[in-house]
């Protein structure tokens, strides 16, 4: 993954309060955003695991708010593998200001992987690929 171009989010009007400042909620969103723009990076997007049956829930997400963001600023968000086991996948996060290099928040997201019917899936054994694509993210964000 040489080539990384982390995900980049420019805050729109609708996403802040009447202060200019970035609604809490939306960062999670972000995440979302970020989280797919990487799975889809790393060849193996969310549309491509569900038709092979495959669905990965949230089951929590954190988010420690560090600096306000406001409306018309750029955000970078880096998202990496923090845990990876085959059954549960844990994502992370850095908000990053643009313009002044600040993280202005880090979070997690939690996640299982369940088969159409509900079932807990070991993604090992449902899709080798999906498997091998985030444990090669988790060595990444590891050697960094």
């Known amino acids: ?14 996403e802040t309060d009447q202060m200019g400042i970035v609604h809490h909620s939306n960062y999670i969103r972000w995440f979302e955003e970020a989280r797919t723009d990487y799975m889809e990076k790393m060849g193996m997007g969310y549309d491509q695991m569900e038709e092979k049956g495959i669905l990965s829930p949230v089951l ?3 988010a420690e708010y560090l600096q306000m963001v406001h409306f018309g ?5 880096e998202v990496f593998i923090r845990e ?3 059954i549960k996948l844990t994502v992370g996060y850095e908000v990053i200001d ?3 290099q600040r993280i202005c ?9 369940l088969d159409r019917e509900g079932k807990f899936l070991s993604l090992k054994q449902a899709c080798i690929e999906g498997h091998q694509m ?3 993210g988790l060595e990444d964000h590891k050697s960094e």
């Open 98 to 100: 643009d313009k002044t």
């Open 84 to 86: 990876y086991n085959g």
């Open 105 to 113: 928040c880090r979070g997690t997201t939690k996640h299982c992987f």
């Open 73 to 77: 600023g750029t955000v970078t968000i």
């Open 1 to 14: 993954m040489s080539e990384w171009k982390p995900y980049q989010h420019k805050v729109q009007y609708y």
């Open 134 to 136: 985030l444990t090669r």
């Open 60 to 62: 929590s997400v954190d």
